[in-house]
């Protein structure tokens, strides 16, 4: 089992940045691939991004690419989504999950957290 607690949303204008948090429990975090997902009102839960267990292996949606930055830090169960030159289109809830291997698929992740909020005004 792995339990997710995701942090760090919140309010910034249109070129801002945030960096979100997503601290796992459990000794097998380092197991796990990890990845993002949203979801804003109305809409499907899309992939942002998406990391191996090792970190060697990262993938973006193309709406993110080179603005958003997934990392992990395995000694502190931590994945971590730096997100820059934000847009309002960014805003949604975001949700890290757990997943045996790295997808963009959401089916594929069994763990997931509750999500934080991040809105993003012009």
């Known amino acids: 089992q792995v339990q997710l607690v995701e942090s760090g949303g919140g309010a910034v204008q249109a070129g801002g940045s945030l960096r979100l948090s997503c601290a796992a429990s459990g000794r097998t975090f380092a197991s796990y691939a990890m990845g993002w997902f949203r979801q804003a009102p109305g809409k499907e839960r899309e992939f942002v991004a998406a990391?191996?267990?090792?970190?060697?292996?990262?993938y973006y949606a193309d709406s993110v690419k080179g603005r958003f930055t997934i990392s992990r830090d395995n000694a502190k169960n931590t994945v971590y989504l730096q997100m820059n030159s934000l847009k309002p289109d960014d805003t949604a809830v975001y949700y890290c999950a757990a997943s045996a291997v790295i997808s963009g698929i959401s089916k594929a992740y069994d763990y997931w957290g509750q999500g934080t909020q991040v809105t993003v005004s012009s």
């Open positions: 990391i191996s267990w090792s970190g060697g292996s990262t």
